[in-house]
């Protein structure tokens, strides 16, 4: 009998736990009777009563199983770090506050059975402010087109993902691992299934705006070259511009020694420009920088304080 594994990753879910976890088990009883499944949640340290509730679902029902990590790792090391604890024949990746449908499992399922190695789900619709999804459609376009590497719109992670392809998440040892680049990076065929992504049942957002910048960052310093080619190609034509307009300058002065005084209005603007563009361009840079630094420390994705039922 095939094995399920069903990851959630939690933080701050208190109200919400409970309730998925049985959502879930319903579900997978109702529309997947062939096959066994485990259900696995990794809390990120909560800081409200999630752990203690965990525990307890824990305790009630041996097939949730629960990681809790030692600290707070950020969303993208912890959910991939549960996948790859996962020992079922697929993983799929819902999140704990039911803005993911749960009907969509069997669907998945189904897919799978069918011979597709991952299965991702692709917003076509949702209940989320419009401006903010005019902003990610924005970033979808952009890191698509920038990217020598297909990228999904408007994927947020929730999908199933085979066992070969969890196999080689492992064998990567990608300290700072992006689920969302790695499922189009890897090369695997994949069948997206479109869904209306709900308002979360209770609670509110973790993802501040550090954190999607954060995300947005890593996906752009990992699957795109075009943030340093275009600080070289700029670079080199403010480099022209600014030599051109000082032969300019150099000349004329020449031409007219006593009736052409330089100013400071020139040697302000100049500065001031070229500052900005340096100022601006190093910090790109520094993205890219500190992308490298994080591999090259190869820290682990996450440490654990307390695993339950495994």
Known sequence: M??????????????????????????LKKSCTNYDYEICFIDNCSTDKTRDILRFICSQNKKVKCILNARNFGPFNSECYGMMQCNGDCVIRICCDFQDPIDMIPKFIHEWENGAKIVVSQKTSDDENKIMRGFRTIYYKLIRNMSSVEQIDHFTGFGLYDKSFIEIMRSLKDPVPFLRGLVAELGYKIVKLP????????????????????????????????????????????????????????????????????GIAPLVIGVFFLGSMQLFFIGFLGEYIMSMNQRIMNRPLVIEEERINW
């Open 2 to 27: 095939k094995k399920i594994s069903i990851l959630i990753p939690c933080y701050n879910e208190e109200d919400n736990v409970i309730p998925i976890a049985k959502a879930i088990e319903d579900e």
């Open 195 to 262: 869904y209306h992504h709900n308002k979360r049942r209770s609670g509110k957002s973790k993802f501040s705006f550090f954190k999607l910048f954060d995300a947005a960052m890593l996906s752009f310093t990992t699957y795109t070259k075009v943030g340093l080619r275009i600080a070289t190609i700029c670079g080199a034509f403010v480099s022209f511009i600014s030599f051109i307009i000082a032969i300019i300058y150099f000349i004329l002065k020449l031409l007219h020694w006593n009736d052409m005084p330089m």
